[in-house]
Each structure stands twice: as structure tokens, then as C-alpha cells.
């Protein structure tokens, strides 16, 4: 049982280029969601699927956009990259509200 | 990473110490609380969570307190070993979202 997957796990970048994270998860969850961490930070919500056919924004979704592909992927897109979007990305997933969240292994992405 | 505990606050302990992690939250109308634990280069992992109608929750070498009065909740970890060393997150969700939010961590450091 893999879980959350994310792919890449490392990426560079150059200032302008774009690039999708993709994120799959195999527990047959309703929500997912992407996060970003960085250093002293905490985990910030970018973006959410509540369930298959929806996306909101979370705190800070600009520069991103995301697609809910179908019930077990969730991807993240970044049009236009920018050094500020150098951070750590997570996916998650729930089964339902009030349970626990399970998390990817992240992605590092570094913007130079 | 590493670089998550970068200005983060910092706990250190003994082997064999019982540790007490607290956490801060400013929504009255969260009603579910949840701890992660991030080890250096992975994704958060679940360690215990607790409804607000329970004011105590105890797992494995670990027990949430939570206090409505003063939107307080801790993690404790009785006999603390090098493998605990780690970032401890808080998480709510707030009630009618479908949306965990994240407090910024604490660095829990165990000494042999």
C-alpha cells in the first residue's frame, strides 16, 4: 500500500519555467491537498479538493493553479516560476472530515 | 528537512524524560485537534488526534491534553528516546471546513 506519492521529489527550476507536481494517492480519499513548508513556517495550504470535481484556494494559492484529474490525483501547477516558490511541497489526503491527513514524502523545489 | 527547524522553538530533553510539547489555537470553533511528527527529509506522520468534546486522549507513550477554557492543547511523550527527536506540528480543523491549518512547530532534540 503506497499511500501518498509524489513525484518529482527533487526539482530545479529556473526563474520563468513552469512545471507540474503530481500527486497520486491509492486510498480511495475524498480530499486532497497541497501545502507548501518553509523554514519556521509551518505547513501552509495552497490549494484543496474537497472532493472529485472540485478545487478551492487555501492561504496562499497565488501563482498556483491545481487540477483534480480524477479521484486519486490532485496535481499542482506552477505557470510562471518565481525564487519565492523555492519551498518544500506536500500533498495530502483525507478520507473524510475530522480524520487524519496523510502526507506525501514532499518535493523540493528550489527556483533560481 | 533540515531546514524546517530553522528559527523554530526548540525543546531539548534526556533520554528517558518526559516531554511536554504545547500548542496555541485561536479558533473557539475548532472542534479537532491532531499531532504530526516531520523527521529530517520526510513528510509529517500522524501521532494522535482528539475531539473537542474529549479533554484527554492517550496512545502509545503519548497523550494529548486539550483546554477549551484557553484554546491550549499538549503532547506529551513519557520516556522520551533519540527516535522522538523530530518537529512536532499541531493541526485544527476548524468546524464546517474541510481544512486542516497548521501551527509553526516545535523542535523536540532527545540527548542519550
Known amino acids: 500500500n503506497a499511500g501518498v506519492t509524489q513525484t518529482p521529489k527533487f526539482q530545479v527550476l529556473k526563474t520563468g519555467q513552469s512545471m507540474t507536481l503530481q500527486c497520486a494517492q491509492d486510498m480511495n480519499h475524498n480530499s486532497m491537498y497541497w501545502y507548501r513548508q518553509d523554514p519556521g513556517m509551518g505547513l501552509r495550504l495552497i490549494y484543496y479538493s474537497a472532493s472529485e470535481g472540485t478545487t478551492d484556494k487555501g492561504e496562499v494559492p497565488n501563482g498556483y493553479n491545481v487540477s483534480r484529474l480524477n479521484k486519486r490525483e490532485f496535481s499542482l501547477r506552477l505557470e510562471s516560476a518565481a525564487p519565492s516558490q523555492t519551498s518544500v511541497y506536500f500533498c495530502?489526503?483525507?478520507?473524510?472530515?475530522?480524520?487524519?491527513?496523510?502526507f506525501g514524502q514532499g518535493t523540493r523545489l528550489t527556483v533560481v | 528537512g533540515e531546514s524546517v527547524g530553522l528559527h523554530l522553538p526548540t525543546l531539548s530533553v534526556q533520554e528517558g524524560d518526559n516531554s511536554i510539547i504545547n500548542c496555541a489555537y485561536s479558533n473557539s470553533a475548532s472542534d479537532y485537534f491532531i499531532w504530526y511528527k516531520q523527521e529530517s527529509g520526510k513528510g509529517p506522520q500522524f501521532i494522535i488526534d482528539?475531539?473537542?468534546?474529549?479533554d484527554k486522549r492517550q496512545g502509545q507513550r503519548v497523550t494529548v491534553l486539550l483546554n477549551k477554557t484557553v484554546k491550549h492543547l499538549s503532547l506529551q511523550i513519557a520516556a522520551t528516546q533519540p527516535g522522538d527527536s523530530a518537529v512536532y506540528f499541531c493541526?485544527?480543523?476548524?468546524?464546517?471546513?474541510?481544512?486542516?491549518?497548521f501551527g509553526k512547530g516545535t523542535m523536540l532534540l532527545v540527548s542519550p
Open positions: 495530502a489526503s483525507i478520507v473524510e472530515r475530522n480524520t487524519e491527513a496523510f
Open positions: 482528539i475531539r473537542s468534546n474529549m
Open positions: 493541526a485544527e480543523n476548524i468546524m464546517g471546513y474541510s481544512t486542516l491549518t
